[in-house]
């Protein structure tokens, strides 16, 4: 497969953004401007030391502001960081890839994951602190459980609409249970990869390609229950061809 048609796709950095941002407000007003620049200051502590280290004092010295100044616009580190996490999904859903040309499900689905994957990658700092965030604010956890389950519902509608599962097996409790898992899987895979960088994952953090094809692969497996044309694979190829024979 040429993966290179996929080569321009679209990711982003939340800090760059923010920084270019803060840099673009000139003719805001103060309050706009002040606020932008505290967001990026906190997507840069976020990335610089984590949350769990960062504090008030080190995001007001990042741009050289009033400790009181910071309290006027957020009540705490958490709140600031909570601001920065949702303007970062809120970018994440904007600029995602829409009205897809791929011919098919599975390169659809593939193109998918090479923008989440990258975005993923481009963003693990501030992703990292997410996760700590969620131990400071449970509520973190819900609004995560609630966009898992809209993205559920989105593929569960789109497998129906490709008669790939009847309206019964759309209103079967199992049917968003077998979703849920592959999102779940993938999403572990990312934090493991990318957010916590296991040592045992390490390698893969430097191929997006072949993390992207693995995640497609295994998804279209799971959720359409066969393998896609193998001349469509690069990376795992051989794989799919010898596990699709054992069984």
């Not at 741009?63 to 705490?76: K, Q």
């Not at 499900?105 to 994951?113: A, G």
């Amino acid at each position: 497969m040429n993966m290179e048609k996929y080569s321009n796709i679209k990711t982003f950095s939340l800090t760059d953004f923010l920084v270019e941002h803060s840099q673009n407000v000139k003719g805001k007003r103060k309050r706009y401007r002040t606020r932008a620049k505290i967001l990026m200051a906190t997507a840069l502590e976020m990335e610089r030391v984590g949350f769990e280290n960062m504090t008030v004092d080190g995001i007001v010295e990042t741009v050289d502001m009033a400790r009181g100044t910071f309290y006027l616009y957020f009540e705490n580190r958490a709140e600031a960081a909570k601001a920065v996490i949702r303007r970062y999904e809120a970018l994440r859903r904007r600029i995602r890839p829409r009205n897809s040309t791929a011919p098919s499900i599975y390169e659809k689905i593939l193109e998918y994951n090479l923008y989440y994957i990258g975005v993923y990658a481009r963003n693990a700092g501030l992703l990292a602190g997410r996760e700590m965030l969620m131990r400071e604010a449970p509520e973190q956890n819900l609004r995560r459980d609630q966009m898992d389950d809209r993205w559920a519902r989105v593929v569960m509608r789109d497998l129906y609409t490709r008669n790939c599962i009847t309206k019964e097996d759309l209103e079967n409790p199992a049917t968003k249970l077998m979703v849920r898992t592959a999102i779940s899987m993938a999403d572990d895979l990312l934090r493991e990869t990318f957010v916590y960088k296991s040592p045992s994952m390490a390698e893969f953090a430097k191929d997006e390609k072949l993390v992207a094809e693995v995640v497609s692969l295994a998804w279209y497996r799971i959720l359409y229950g066969k393998t896609p044309d193998l001349k469509l694979l690069d990376k795992t190829r051989s794989f799919a061809e010898n596990t699709s024979k054992a069984g």
